[in-house]
């Protein structure tokens, strides 16, 4: 069974060894990723490093007053809204009742209580959306930089802005819309091929930005190229 499985995956990938694609998840999210889901039907978030697809909840509530605090930061980092040492909303004393009580400056949002008893006060919700897994998605890169991918059987270039953490491997999946066949080409830097579960900084292609920023230069007029040689093994992805 396990034979015949492995055969299957082969099949499907072509000649080159790495993740199968298709049930491949990225760990790491840019900041301009997460700000493209920024409406009430499709609703990201990020906060104190991860980022979270608040879609379901946003669907589940929607009409009631209390998401709208939510939804205007849809595609935005909320970081601010958190104790990093105790990972829950902020909490200070309510002037009114002097008990301590979560701290909401842009109004109350779902699953915080009422700053008063309230009989339409429903608690039967489980545990509060920001405690727990259930909608994290990944890791908030908390570096980027851009890189060049040129394809030397076409010629054909592009950019991409990934993330310092993620692996090659991540890499060539965000290429994917722009070469399916991705995985079917010797990534190579500087004439070397590249570790693809490597990280660009471990394959030796350094972030020189501070040094760029030291030397009152513009960074952005150089930007790393990795060259893609094809091996003439089609994928099929």
């Given at each position: 069974?396990?034979?015949?499985?492995?055969?299957?995956?082969?099949?499907?990938?072509?000649?080159?060894?790495?993740p199968d694609f298709?049930?491949?998840?990225?760990?790491y999210?840019t900041?301009?990723?997460?700000?493209?889901?920024n409406?009430?039907?499709?609703?990201?978030?990020?906060?104190?490093?991860?980022?979270?697809d608040?879609?379901?909840?946003?669907?589940k509530?929607?009409?009631?007053?209390?998401l709208?605090?939510?939804?205007?930061?849809?595609?935005?980092?909320?970081?601010?809204?958190?104790?990093?040492?105790?990972?829950?909303?902020?909490?200070?004393?309510d002037p009114?009742?002097?008990?301590?009580r979560?701290?909401?400056p842009?109004?109350?949002?779902?699953h915080v209580?009422?700053?008063?008893?309230r009989?339409d006060?429903?608690?039967?919700f489980g545990?509060?959306?920001?405690?727990?897994?259930?909608?994290?998605?990944?890791?908030?890169?908390?570096?980027?930089?851009?890189i060049?991918i040129?394809?030397?059987?076409?010629?054909?270039?592009?950019?991409?802005?990934v993330?310092?953490?993620?692996?090659?491997?991540?890499?060539?999946?965000?290429?994917?819309?722009?070469?399916a066949?991705a995985?079917?080409y010797?990534w190579?830097?500087?004439?070397k091929?590249?570790?693809?579960?490597?990280?660009?900084e471990?394959n030796?292609?350094?972030?020189e930005?501070?040094?760029?920023?030291?030397?009152?230069?513009?960074?952005?007029?150089?930007?790393?190229?990795?060259?893609?040689?094809?091996?003439?093994?089609l994928?099929?992805?």
């Amino acid at each position: 069974m396990l034979v015949a499985d492995s055969a299957r995956a082969m099949q499907r990938r072509g000649l080159v060894e790495g993740p199968d694609f298709e049930v491949f998840q990225r760990r790491y999210f840019t900041p301009a990723e997460v700000a493209q889901h920024n409406v009430p039907e499709d609703l990201w978030v990020s906060y104190l490093g991860f980022v979270y697809d608040l879609t379901p909840l946003a669907v589940k509530y929607k009409g009631d007053l209390l998401l709208k605090p939510i939804v205007e930061v849809a595609g935005q980092d909320i970081s601010h809204w958190f104790d990093r040492k105790t990972r829950d909303i902020r909490k200070h004393v309510d002037p009114l009742t002097g008990t301590l009580r979560y701290r909401t400056p842009q109004g109350r949002f779902l699953h915080v209580p009422p700053q008063l008893p309230r009989s339409d006060w429903a608690n039967d919700f489980g545990k509060p959306w920001w405690q727990g897994v259930r909608y994290e998605v990944g890791r908030l890169s908390a570096k980027t930089r851009n890189i060049r991918i040129i394809n030397t059987l076409t010629s054909q270039e592009h950019t991409l802005e990934v993330g310092a953490q993620e692996s090659m491997w991540e890499i060539l999946h965000r290429y994917l819309p722009y070469n399916a066949h991705a995985a079917s080409y010797t990534w190579k830097y500087e004439g070397k091929k590249l570790n693809m579960d490597h990280t660009l900084e471990e394959n030796g292609i350094r972030d020189e930005d501070e040094e760029f920023d030291h030397l009152n230069m513009d960074g952005t007029l150089y930007t790393p190229a990795i060259l893609l040689y094809f091996n003439d093994d089609l994928t099929d992805l």
